[in-house]
């Protein structure tokens, strides 16, 4: 509608006295107003009855249904009067389109990206749990609340809204070959949508959500977009070609991987599937963690600190100076890592074992001598001290690597491993520092050490895993989902597999070079579940020094060994090979 068009807007609706415009759209206008009754302030929307694009209407039905949820605004009235159609809304702060545009900034910092992208899927798991899709998910439909509430973003403009719930069967509405008119937005509308003409739901919000952050993150935008609104069909034509060969690789190139993973979930999720909010909330915040941002998602504008922690996405050339430095980064962990350099743990344990046999019973001086003291003090000196995990991660992390350094036998490591996977839960950051690392290293030397032999006992907590057929086949269900999306989730279910200290010494090594390469470092979820699984592992076979003989198919040279019940062996120290 051209300016001369513009319909002339009443000073009065319904109870409200309209006062200065804060926006206008396609259809209507929106203005604050003030309630003439109570003096309340509101946004009013209004819009005129005859318009060919009559999304008031269809608003009003979407209101009632999203009262009460986290950044949905509150509706005070709606009606037509005369030739208006207006709803009463709350009054809200700016969108993220206004405070993008006014900030003069090219793209948006890394740690505003993140709570948008946490806030903005929780708005979403919001309206679909309640039947609802947003289906016009975009920078101007995202509005940051007034003072006193402007770190929570709001989702507006339910005029595309869809119920995608036949309220008739509880169903889900049903996909369709039928070609479609494109209802959505240039910017955002899914591929499939957009390009492909199919049926919204629940995964093409997700992908318009993706492709807006991963907008904001790259300077001057997604390549699409720089050209304005399409003025004709060729241009739109151009517009979708450009959309769709786009791949998330290329749109994603610079940035934390999340993203680009993030965009590849929604686009293999299922017409009528049920994203998993969760997760991805919990991978943007574990990612925000690693970045050494606050935890929470209150989004703070502007920035506290404008300058991105990212290396974003350049167009054309590469930063050959931001590749170096991540290059020299990586590069300084895993000469931290030492992975390759394996020693020999029956050499380096001589001494050790000598001074053990030398001095059986002796005590460590200052506490009373327990079965595990014989291989390892890991949390104190002093038995009264309060929990090891209380102890700095960093500090506790070195006394978990030396522990491990020292170990003599496999129930030791997984308790160590238990313990580390603690300190890693318990901190508010997840991020595997060297000292964790370090942790990783020493564990892939003693795993990877000949003379250490297992095949993992399944203990209580594992056969109750066994037993519970139904939750296990759940979980794969689940596990199934994620793999695909997290190279962690591979080394988490082969952890329960494993049948040998050396390959366990492999899926740490794999394990400390996916963490390192991905995530910036952070510890999830799937890894947490990786870690909980090597803790598993128990004892069965163990090296001798008397003389019993064991053989293994994994370590046929060193066929000196005797198999011993698990039962008792389980905790037996570790001693030399003859
Ligand atoms: N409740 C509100 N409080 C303050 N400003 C608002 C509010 N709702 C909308 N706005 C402002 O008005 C703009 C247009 O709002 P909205 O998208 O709801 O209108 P619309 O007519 O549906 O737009 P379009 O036709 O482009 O979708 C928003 O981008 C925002 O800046």
């Not at 390759?340 to 506490?367: C, F, M, S, T, Y």
């Amino acid at each position: 509608m051209s300016h001369s068009q513009r319909p002339r807007y009443p000073y009065k609706v319904g109870n409200y006295w309209l006062g200065e415009r804060l926006g206008a759209g396609y259809s209507g206008a929106i203005f604050k107003a003030t309630n003439l009754n109570n003096e309340e302030i509101v946004a009013v929307k209004i819009q005129d009855v005859n318009h060919e694009c009559p999304t008031n209407r269809y608003e009003r039905a979407f209101y009632p249904l999203l009262q009460g949820g986290k950044g949905m605004p509150k509706l005070y009235a709606s009606g037509v009067e005369g030739q208006w159609d207006y709803l009463a809304i709350d009054l809200l702060g700016p969108s993220l389109d206004s405070l993008l545009r006014k900030s003069g900034k090219k793209f948006m910092d890394l740690r505003s990206v993140l709570c948008i992208a946490m806030q903005v899927i929780a708005r979403l798991e919001t309206m679909h749990n309640r039947g609802i899709l947003h289906r016009d998910i975009q920078l101007g439909n995202c509005t940051v609340g007034l003072e006193g509430d402007a770190t929570l973003i709001y989702m507006i403009d339910f005029g595309f809204s869809k119920i995608y719930i036949d309220q008739r069967t509880g169903r889900h509405i049903p996909d369709s070959k039928a070609r479609r008119d494109f209802i959505g937005n240039y910017w955002f509308s899914s591929v499939g949508v957009h390009c492909k003409n199919k049926v919204p739901s629940r995964r093409d919000d997700l992908e318009a959500l993706a492709l807006m952050l991963i907008h904001l993150l790259t300077p001057d935008g997604l390549s699409w977009t720089r050209n304005g609104v399409p003025k004709d069909d060729a241009a739109h034509t151009r517009l979708k070609r450009a959309k769709q060969a786009a791949t998330p690789e290329e749109l994603c190139k610079g940035l934390p991987e999340e993203f680009e993973e993030f965009l590849k979930y929604c686009r293999r999720l299922k017409f009528a599937e049920c994203p998993d909010y969760e997760y991805w909330i919990e991978e943007f915040r574990c990612l925000a963690e690693a970045k050494g941002y606050p935890p929470d998602d209150a989004f703070i504008w502007p920035p506290p600190n404008p300058e991105p922690a990212v290396r974003v996405a350049t167009h054309g050339r590469p930063s050959l100076e931001g590749d170096k430095a991540e290059m020299e980064g990586i590069l300084n962990d895993l000469a931290h890592l030492q992975l390759g350099q394996r020693q020999i743990l029956g050499e380096r344990n001589v001494n050790d074992i000598r001074r053990n046999i030398a001095a059986p019973g002796k005590k460590p001086p200052g506490r009373p001598r327990k079965a595990s003291d014989e291989v390892i003090v890991v949390s104190d000196d002093d038995e009264n001290v309060p929990k090891a995990h209380r102890l700095p991660k960093a500090l506790h992390l070195t006394r978990l690597t030396k522990a491990v350094d020292s170990a003599a036998d496999n129930s030791t490591l997984s308790q160590l491993v238990s313990e580390f996977v603690e300190v890693i839960k318990e901190n508010r950051s997840r991020t595997l520092t060297k000292e964790g690392f370090a942790f990783l290293d020493a564990l892939y030397k003693q795993l990877a050490d000949p003379s250490v032999f297992i095949v993992p006992m399944r203990t209580s907590k594992s056969r109750t895993q066994i037993n519970s057929t139904q939750s296990k086949a759940d979980d794969v269900v689940v596990d199934a989902r994620r793999m695909k999306m997290n190279k962690l989730f591979a080394l988490r279910r082969e952890v329960h597999d494993v049948m040998s200290n050396k390959a366990l010494a492999g899926l740490v090594a794999d394990f400390g070079a996916v963490i390192d390469k991905s995530n910036g470092r952070t510890v999830t979820k799937d890894a947490i579940g990786f870690l909980e699984g090597s803790a598993d592992l128990e004892v069965l076979y163990i090296i001798l020094n008397d003389g019993r003989r064991l053989s293994s198919p994994d370590n046929p040279l060193n066929a000196t060994h005797t198999l011993l019940s698990p039962v008792t062996i389980g905790a037996l120290p570790l001693t030399a090979t003859k």
